[in-house]
């Protein structure tokens, strides 16, 4: 066996050892994600447009959202969507639709689903990227 290919089998193997380990756990499950879609669709796409993109209510992702929510945790954002969204229904939105919206604006933003659900206590710890 050549160097190169004992070297690149141990960098590989490494790798795989490495990877899921340094891997971080989403904040939500898939299946948060998924109704997070639809209640998204529902309550908040007539504003924010299709995917978060923005339309008569800012982009949900991207530097408008950081710029406005960076910083703070996920429960801070999810108490500002609570006290202020829709804005022709404010304090409407329940915790069962609240949790999976903000899974869904969460994975627009790069996270990813994990095993845990995502609630105003586990969002706590979790910060929106600056």
């Known amino acids: ?56 209510g800012p982009a949900l992702h991207g530097d408008v959202f950081k710029g406005r929510f960076g910083g703070q945790s996920v429960t ?10 829709p804005q022709t229904a404010p304090k409407s939105l329940k915790d069962e639709q609240l949790d999976p919206i903000m899974a869904y604006i969460l994975s627009l933003n790069g996270f990813t689903p994990g095993q845990k659900e995502l609630t105003a206590e586990t969002g706590k710890d979790v910060k929106i990227e600056k």
């Open 1 to 56: 066996m050549s160097f190169k290919l004992l070297f690149a089998g141990l960098a590989a193997g490494t790798a795989l050892i490495a990877g899921p380990a340094l891997a971080a756990e989403g904040p939500f499950n898939q299946a948060q994600l998924d109704k997070g879609k639809s209640e998204y669709n529902t309550h908040c796409r007539t504003c924010h447009a299709a995917n978060g993109k923005g339309a008569l």
């Open 76 to 85: 801070d954002v999810r108490t500002w969507i609570y006290e202020n969204m």
